[in-house]
Nanobody, 116 residues
Framework: QVHLVESGGGLVQTGGSLRLSCAAS????????ISWHRQAPGKQRELVAV????????TYADFVKGRFTISRDNAKNTVYLQMNGLKPEDTADYYC?????????WGQGTRVTVSS
């Protein structure tokens, strides 16, 4: 069973930046798809960004394109989400997700609050 631990959330002003990290308890080098999701209060969880190794692509939700960047460091078993130009509507709990051998794993989330 893989454990995921997100970190890096916090309170930031509009226009600010944060870098979220998702550390896995074991190697992620063989995991093809890793994604970040978010859930705002009273709303459904939504996909933010996806990184794939086969094919090597990244995909972003329209509402973060040009502002957020997903990346992975297989040597550190860590996935990142660099968030720039933050807006109040980005306020949410952010989660990373992996699927390993047909099982899905979520972290506990990290809270991002953007003040206006």
């Amino acid at each position: 069973q893989v454990h995921l631990v997100e970190s890096g959330g916090g309170l930031v002003q509009t226009g600010g930046s944060l870098r979220l990290s998702c550390a896995a308890s074991e190697s992620i080098s063989s995991i093809i798809t890793i994604s970040w999701h978010r859930q705002a209060p009273g709303k459904q969880r939504e996909l933010v960004a996806v990184t794939r190794t086969v094919p090597r692509t990244t995909t972003y939700a329209d509402f973060v394109k040009g502002r957020f960047t997903i990346s992975r460091d297989n040597a550190k078993n860590t996935v990142y989400l660099q968030m720039n130009g933050l807006k109040p509507e980005d306020t949410a709990d952010y989660y990373c997700y992996i699927n390993q051998a047909g099982r899905g794993y979520w972290g506990q989330g990290t809270r991002v609050t953007v003040s206006s």
